[in-house]
């Protein structure tokens, strides 16, 4: 008899909650981690960096209060009173995740594992080491940081993001290396906090791979915030001095800071975990895993960063729940192809489904229609105009994705992406009676907007 029905290797947002989804089909369960519950998210990632951002946006807002007729002191930022702040909302979110697996029974073991069989791992723990054995076994180890090879990291003026989440304190100016999702979200963190901020980005535009609108919105926050941004060139060297950091750019500038992020994308965590050693096989640098999170060695599923190359908390929570339920004989499949993706810059981001590019590839006959939050009563009341609703449906109204800029567009992005996962059409959004008034609202307007009929939008001619 083996010693568990399901082990898992790693404790974050994919790991985790296998755990817990499988405790709860009644399963006998171990959680294998080598750092802390909560994984990269909970830590290093989508948890402290919304914290920072929430407190950076107040902030931001404080220091605009007189264009809503209130009369405040200037803020200022107190960086020790602020990083622990946010470490305190990690720490509180982390015993939660510990007291629920408690309260499940699961065996939360630490050290670092390493599979031996497909029934069997192996874990270095404080004690020494010590042999596992369950009928299945689910990967969940994660990702971590790319450290480019030109950036000195013997220096502790160069971090990556696992550092400035978890710093005492904020530099007084800032080089972001990389120019995606995780470089806008800092860049828009330090620069509301009144930090002088310069990003540089090697494409040609930020947030690659996003519509050329998203990317353009995301381009004009952060240089309303003073944001200097250099796109198409690169970093060909970076000095460290007493005084700072000064680095050169391929397009002959120079960029002086008190400190380097890199934010240039993260590496999955399958190296000495006894993938080779199984014959797991992997697809574009990741385990390849089928609808069920199955991995070409039977009872063997894998999950998350390790076998995805989209980087999202919530796909790999939802890649977690459908392992657990088929290695606790409870079949489950999920094609996995509607994910928000989103970035929290001020206005957020979000999209979900295909782009418009995408939804035209093969001569699909598509119609797209957009509503401005400029026309949205909420956004005005707000002050938060800046932004749209786009969405994109086949010629029979049957919609195929969607993107949204708005002050709350990954919140409204959830709505989108109901709509698209059941196959539902323009028409059934803009006959759902949306609450007024919320930011949710411009989905309806765009859809009634698709038909031709927009109520609150006089369309140009």
């Known amino acids: 008899m ?7 290797l790693g404790a974050g947002p994919g790991g985790y909650v296998a755990a817990l989804r499988a405790a709860m089909r009644g399963a006998r369960v171990c959680c294998i981690e080598a750092g802390r519950l909560g994984g990269t998210c909970l830590n290093v990632g ?6 920072m951002l929430h407190a950076a946006e107040l902030h931001y807002e404080a220091n605009r209060a007189g264009q809503l007729g209130l009369n405040v002191d200037v803020a200022a930022a107190d960086g020790p009173a602020f990083m622990a702040r946010t470490g305190e909302v990690v720490a509180a979110l982390r015993t939660g995740v510990a007291q629920l697996l408690k309260a499940r029974k699961v065996d939360v073991v630490a050290g670092r594992g390493r599979l031996l069989a497909s029934d069997r791992l192996s874990v270095v723990t404080a004690d020494g080491p010590r042999e596992i054995a369950a009928e299945s076994i689910i990967i969940a180890t994660g990702s971590r940081p790319v450290r480019p ?5 013997d220096s502790p003026r160069v971090m990556t993001t696992d550092e400035a989440t978890t710093a005492e304190s904020l530099p007084q100016s800032v080089l972001i290396v990389g120019g995606g999702v995780i470089g806008c979200e800092f860049a828009t963190i330090t620069s509301e906090l009144g930090i002088r901020t310069t990003v540089v980005e090697m494409l040609d535009a930020l947030a690659g791979g996003a519509e050329p609108d998203v990317s353009k919105a995301v381009a004009r926050s952060l240089k309303r915030r003073r944001v200097t941004i250099h796109t198409g060139t690169e970093i060909t060297s970076v000095t460290i001095s007493d005084d700072g950091v000064m680095a ?9 800071a008190a400190a380097v992020l890199s934010a240039v994308g993260r590496a999955p965590n399958i190296e000495e975990i006894g993938l080779e050693a199984l014959g797991i096989e992997l697809a574009d640098g990741v385990i390849r895993v089928d609808q069920r999170c199955r991995t070409s060695v039977a009872n063997v599923y894998a999950v998350g960063d390790a076998a995805s190359r989209r980087q999202y908390a919530h796909l790999a929570s939802r890649m977690g729940v459908v392992a657990a339920d088929n290695a ?7 094609p996995l192809d509607v994910v928000p993706a989103c970035i929290y810059t001020h206005p957020e981001v979000a999209s979900v489904g295909l782009t418009e590019a995408e939804a ?9 229609a957009e509503f401005p939050y400029r026309a949205v009563g909420i956004a005005r009341a707000y002050g938060q105009v800046d932004g749209r609703v786009k969405l994109v449906a086949d010629a029979g109204g049957r919609l195929l994705g969607g993107s949204v800029i708005c002050a709350r567009a ?11 996962r059941k196959g539902l059409s323009i028409q059934d959004l803009a006959e759902t009676i949306h609450a007024h008034p919320t930011f949710a609202e411009a989905v309806g307007e765009a859809a009634e907007a698709w038909a031709g009929m927009p109520i609150h939008f006089l369309e140009r001619r």
């Open 360 to 368: 035209r590839q093969g001569s699909r006959d598509v119609r797209v």
């Open 248 to 256: 050169e750019l391929a397009n002959g500038k120079t960029v002086p």
């Open 149 to 153: 090879g030109f950036l000195p990291w």
């Open 2 to 8: 083996s010693d568990y029905d399901v082990a898992i």
């Open 46 to 51: 989508c948890i402290p960096t919304k914290a």
């Open 328 to 334: 606790t004989g409870h079949p489950a499949a999920d």
């Open 410 to 420: 990954t919140d409204v992005i959830g709505l989108i992406a109901l709509a698209v």
